[in-house]
């Protein structure tokens, strides 16, 4: 008689975890509140103009600057930042593709850093070794919501002269050494796309303390508008990206509740973490306290197939799934070097790249080899989803007896 359910056995659990997004009538009432004022662009409202304000402050930012997605908060803080076309920006490879496209949109060319194996977060000391006198900029992912080495980046940037923009598309009210994340660099961006801690459907944000880079920023993002300017005065090459009224009413609603879900994240991820570390074969996240918050967008596990009877990621993952703990992945199945995207001649272009002809030895990714990262995508990570971690004990302990149940009956994982 099977023991696994992937072999026919019983399941661990049968209930589904907490689904995704979470609404009340709160978000409701706010986006019935925006239609029935008319008034529905962010120029003439105020609920984008409020949120920027709140989540800013929520942030220990002095500006913040919405948008209509993660990739565009980037793309445009980039710019803002002063990266320009040939130029060099070092980013991991371990990230979501829309990290490098952001770049390679406005001209400049990713430099691909190996991930720390402990963290999954950009390695400082490999991104040193890959300095050039093209370097401009440096990117750190906060990557599920943990913080990247702040302290060393930015201790690298100072002496190299570089721009740090943080991608924290998955990082709201994380922090590091009690500062939250997003504008520790020069500006950062942050993504409320659908599955987002924080989310509208789509939506981004830029933070940033600079007032030249917030105000440069806002411009990008307004059709090249001056605060004090013209109405139909153009200053820079902007376009017109703002976020409506509709999606900043719900991010209010959905901020409002943030805190409280940060904390029982935090708090599951916690159990898991002392939990999980008991058992062979699977290990989290190297403790930091410099981590003074992490979002928890994601949870991670490493996987060590030689302590499940050496089956790959892929089928202790279904075999999980098949136990009822659904919302667990695989996660990014490619590194960004490896995307089909990054191999094609002229990133699958008619023309090519601007950084063509102005970069004098433009990186071929299909050469790029980064161990670390390579390991979590082929062999390694495993993915919780946020909303999972919204449950309760139970829930939890779930997790942990799938995980166990898979050791004790490991040969019934062999895929016959």
Same mark, same amino acid.
């Given at each position: ?8 056995g ?14 009340? *009538? ?19 409202g ?9 989540f ?14 993660? #990739? ?22 371990y ?15 990713p430099?691909?850093? !190996? ?16 300095? #050039? ?19 060393a ?8 002269d ?30 409320f ?5 924080? #989310? ?7 933070? #940033?303390? $600079? ?6 920023a806002?411009s990008?993002?307004n059709?090249?508008?001056?605060? !004090? ?19 900043g ?30 058992? !062979? ?36 993952? *279904? ?6 703990? *659904? ?15 990054m ?30 990262? $390579?390991?979590?995508? $082929? ?18 302990? !779930? ?18």
């Amino acid at each position: 008689m099977a023991n696994l359910a992937i072999a026919g056995g019983e399941p661990q659990r049968q209930q589904p975890y907490p689904s995704w997004p979470i609404w009340t *009538q709160a978000e409701v009432d706010a986006v019935q509140a925006v239609v029935t004022s008319g008034r529905w662009i962010s120029l003439q409202g105020t609920e984008v103009k409020q949120f920027e304000t709140e989540f800013a402050a929520y942030h220990d930012a002095a500006y913040g600057i919405a948008v209509v997605n993660g #990739t565009v908060a980037l793309k445009l803080a980039l710019t803002a930042a002063g990266v320009g076309v040939g130029d060099e920006v070092l980013m991991p490879g371990y990230t979501f593709v829309a990290t490098a496209t952001a770049a390679l949109e406005i001209g400049a060319v990713p430099i691909f850093v !190996d991930i720390d194996p402990e963290t999954y977060t950009l390695d400082p000391i490999h991104a040193a070794t890959l300095i #050039t006198p093209r370097t401009r900029a440096i990117v750190p992912v906060h990557l599920g919501g943990r913080p990247a080495d702040m302290d060393a980046i930015l201790d690298l940037a100072q002496e190299h002269d570089l721009a740090v923009i943080e991608d924290a598309a998955q990082a709201w009210g994380s922090a590091w050494n009690g500062a939250k994340v997003g504008a520790l660099g020069q500006i950062g961006g942050i993504s409320f796309q659908a599955s987002k801690n924080i #989310t509208a459907g789509e939506g981004g944000m830029m933070l #940033t303390n $600079d007032p030249a880079i917030g105000e440069m920023a806002r411009s990008l993002s307004n059709c090249g508008r001056q605060t !004090d300017g013209l109405w139909y005065a153009h200053y820079v090459l902007g376009g017109n990206y703002r976020l409506s009224e509709f999606q900043g009413a719900v991010l209010r609603v959905q901020l409002q509740r943030y805190p409280e879900h940060l904390e029982r994240r935090q708090a599951n991820a916690a159990y898991l973490e002392r939990s999980l570390a008991e058992i !062979d074969g699977v290990s989290t996240m190297r403790s930091d306290p410099r981590v003074t918050a992490n979002a928890y967008h994601l949870f991670f596990i490493r996987y060590d197939a030689d302590a499940f009877g050496g089956v790959s990621k892929d089928r202790f993952i *279904q075999a999980l799934q098949a136990e009822g703990i *659904q919302g667990v992945s695989g996660g990014y199945s490619l590194p960004v070097y490896r995307q089909p995207v990054m191999q094609a001649e002229n990133f699958g272009l008619s023309t090519p790249p601007l950084f063509h002809g102005v970069h004098p030895n433009p990186p071929d990714y299909r050469e790029v080899a980064l161990p670390a990262t $390579d390991r979590a995508c $082929d062999n390694e990570a495993v993915w919780l989803r946020q909303s999972m971690l919204l449950g309760d004990r139970q829930d939890m302990d !779930d997790i942990i007896e799938a995980i166990l149940k898979l050791q004790r009956y490991r040969d019934e994982l062999q895929d016959d």
